[in-house]
């Protein structure tokens, strides 16, 4: 299997295992350069011509040749190396030396010292030094066979050859080959003789070092080991891993290959050919493909025609894959294409144009959104350094960005990259909430990426009392995650909108979505209750929550009914309106409200227990209710609910409004003012017929059981006494 991508090292990450030591320059033989004077461009000129091995030598002849060979020879290995990679033309006082060394430490930093040694004297052409080296086929399949690779890449056919040599002498090295691709095992149903295994495996070490002799060779005595697959992978397919664009083209040719007759081999073998990491094998393939629209018709070609249709495009494949060189090739074709916005075959428009950038768009997207799952760090680090797309930006319907895409996939270097980058931890929050909560709750542990997440949030030091953030902490009842963003933000508890364009407190959000933990939470902080949050916890909330409210609100509890209801305090006592005409079948109706049990008369009961009541009454003289009505609701305040008013200023109240029959009434029925009448005026009044009071304690029981100290649904304490007493109201 190939390894995983890696992060580029700078520089200073990993020290160069080729990196010049101080130089004792001893006294050279006389030759003909150190006895004779050239100028410097005569001596550069020389030099130039000279081959990588050669001038890497050149160093050690003297300090004058030192400094000349420098010059010339980091400039030869930056452009023999990382062609594609600088830019052109350079400027003036450019520091080869300095970006060749960066460029290495970043696609090599990686790397075990002993293979950056070994690719180094390849790339100087230095098969001496390889020798030393003792190197090993592990060596070279390691890394995604990145030794062949820059082999073929500088066409370094001398030291594929030697190596060749070393393996077909190493019984053991011939033995060890295997798969160097990303499929699963997939051997064909044909076992193979002992012969044939083993020649099978040398075929695959000869098509690694390109040695094409030997592999036609072999395949004419065994034909059918051209679509091998040794778990997977064809020789075919090994061609173009390598990077050995003339072998691919020459066993494609062959009509009995199968490498391209099948969705599955050709898209197998395309991944190969962006898995080199060259352009040249891209281009090539794409070459061979438009011959096949010139060659006469016949089956093979028309095969490859159909089946090359299905191929992913390459920017997307060489994102998925991670092969940065050829992604940034790719890119940088395209978007020379769309600045042209002109092809022979159609001419520019702004319509053209649109479509172009927009094609292109989407392609970015959905590559870099791959890149990100597969966390290919040095893809995502070159789309945002050359603004292809910005850190936060969506990459598909679900809005999901790159942090959110990482986070999502457990990957926490990219996730520290992304952040290090100023990415918005927030929306991968809102994503890992959503995966961990609720419905889509799973095993995973998510708590080291929301940690990360919630770290990288505090230090942005911005408010979350409106983020959308909080509203789905809140929605999945995430009281573990509210903590933390009361930490973060301790204006939360608190926050109060001051209009309605500001949403609602969190409080009110939590009783609108039923949270009971959130809500417990908020209520053990000490939060104030805001009367939105209370209404809406009246009207649909049940029973002991709007208890739990106004014990917390305390000595504030009067104050927030106030606020909720106003001048309309009248709908606390709207239930009482009916009863008061209840007379003989006091009993039947008692049992009747104690099957009901009506929460919202509770609820109402409960209320009144901190309301105003004098306030209450005065309303219902100055809206001249009936005079029945009034004298009933304040012999339920003072025998059920235990809250007697102040009747002198009820009295006061209604004299001041006229109100006569309000008047009479109290001073009748509650002998107000008896001690201002004459003894007759007193003696007429005690005669008056009046209500019964002792059956209304146990009438209203049902409505104060949340209130009195009995909260339980059992029978009424008092209705056994009153049943006892019942022949007494027939």
Known sequence: ?????????????????????????????????????????????????????????????????????????WK???????????????????????????????????????IQKLIFSIVIDDIDSITALNISTDDIQTHELVVIKTAAQLKRQNFLNKLYQHLTENKTAIASLYSFGPQEEEDDDKQLSEQ???????????VLCNIKEEVHSILKKYPH????????????????????????????????NQAATSHTRINDLFTSIIHSGQMLMLDGFNAFIKQQLQTPKNRYSAQILAMSK???????????????????????????????????????SFETMTRDVSNFKEIIEKSLFSAAD????????????????????????????????????????????????????????????????????????????????????????????LSTLLDRVIF?????????????????????????????????????????????????????????????????????????????????????????????????????????LISVLLLQRLQQLKERKDVQLQKQALLLSYADVEKLVCQLIKNEEDTSFIRYVIQYLDIVMDRPI????????AKDLKQTEVVSMLEKDFEIGLEEQTPAEASATTQTEQLPTAPLSLFFAPLITVSSQSSSTNEDPGLSDYKADESSLS
């Not at 006895?35 to 030099?47: A, G, N």
């Not at 044939?196 to 000869?206: C, D, H, M, P």
């Open 374 to 465: 597969k966390e290919h760090i040095s893809i995502i680090d070159y789309a945002l350094n050359h603004h292809l797309i910005a850190i936060d930006d969506p990459l598909n319907d679900e809005k999901e960005s790159l942090l959110t895409v990482a986070a999502e996939s457990n990957h926490i270097k990219l996730m520290r990259y992304l952040l290090t980058h100023q990415a918005d931890p927030e929306l991968a929050l809102l994503r890992l909430i959503k995966l961990s909560s609720g419905f889509f709750a799973t095993n995973i542990d998510y708590q080291e990426r929301m940690t990360l997440l919630l770290a990288a949030l505090k230090e942005q030091k911005k408010s979350l009392c």
């Open 476 to 580: 999945y009842d995430r009281n573990d995650l509210l903590e933390q963003l009361c930490v973060i933000d301790n204006e939360i508890i608190n926050f109060n909108p001051v209009s309605e364009l500001q949403g609602s407190s969190p409080l009110k959000k939590a009783v609108d979505n039923n949270s009971e933990r959130c809500i417990q939470f908020l209520l053990s902080q000490n939060v104030t209750i805001d009367g939105e949050a209370f209404r809406l916890a009246f009207e649909r909330r049940p029973l002991t929550l709007v208890e739990k409210m106004l014990k917390h609100a305390s000595n504030d509890a009067t104050a927030m009914v106030e606020a909720i209801f106003g001048e309309n305090l009248i709908q606390l006592v709207e239930s009482l309106r009916s009863e008061h």
């Open 196 to 206: 044939e295994s083993e020649q099978n495996k040398l075929l695959g070490w000869a």
């Open 1 to 73: 299997m190939r390894d995983k991508s890696t992060t580029p090292l700078t520089n200073e990450e990993q020290p160069t295992t080729f990196e010049e030591q101080p130089t004792t320059f001893e006294e050279q033989p006389t030759t003909l350069l150190g006895t004779l004077e050239f100028p410097h461009e005569i001596l550069l000129s020389i030099l130039s011509s000279m081959d990588l091995k050669s001038l890497w030598a050149m160093r050690q002849v003297n300090t004058l040749f030192q400094g000349l060979t420098n010059e010339v020879l």
């Open 225 to 256: 080991l051209l679509n091998y697959r040794i778990k997977g992978e064809s020789i075919t397919m090994l061609a173009a891993e390598a990077g050995h664009l003339d072998l691919l083209l020459e066993l494609l040719k062959d009509q009995n």
């Open 76 to 114: 030869r290995l930056l452009i023999e190396l990382f062609s594609d990679e600088i830019s052109s033309p350079l400027p003036a006082g450019y520091n080869y030396k300095k970006e060749f060394m960066t460029l290495y430490a970043a696609h090599y930093g990686h790397l075990d010292s002993r």
């Open 646 to 653: 102040n009747k002198k200023n009820i009295l006061a109240f």
């Open 310 to 348: 299905s191929l992913p495009h390459p920017i997307f494949l060489a994102a998925t894959l991670g092969v940065t060189r050829v992604f940034r090739q790719l890119v940088g074709q395209y978007r020379e294409s769309i600045s042209n916005a002109q092809t022979p075959d159609e001419p520019f």
